[in-house]
């Protein structure tokens, strides 16, 4: 797959690597996409998929702390973690 070929070549590269994290996810791989969240923790797109990730496993803790660590970014506002 052409896009992993360009994931590698770009392993510090924010943006790449959330559409790294996106593959990861949609191919069922969340070890992966984890080491890439661990990776950029202070990367809002990437840590809004670890909010994904911790919400489809039932982990509701840790995409509450997500949630408030990032609670100025639209896209992982999590409302209900009130």
């Known amino acids: 797959m052409k896009a992993k070929e360009i994931g590698k070549k770009y392993r510090d590269d924010a943006p ?15 070890k992966k996409a984890r080491e890439i969240g661990k990776k950029f923790e202070n990367y809002a797109p990437i ?4 909010a994904i990730i911790a ?3 039932g982990d509701y803790e840790k995409a509450r702390e997500i ?3 990032f609670e100025n970014y639209a896209q992982i506002n999590l409302k209900w973690q009130q």
């Open 16 to 30: 790449i690597q959330s559409q790294m994290a996106t593959i990861a996810i949609k191919q069922g791989d969340y």
């Open 47 to 50: 840590q809004s998929q670890m």
């Open 55 to 57: 919400i489809r496993q």
């Open 67 to 69: 949630g408030k660590k």
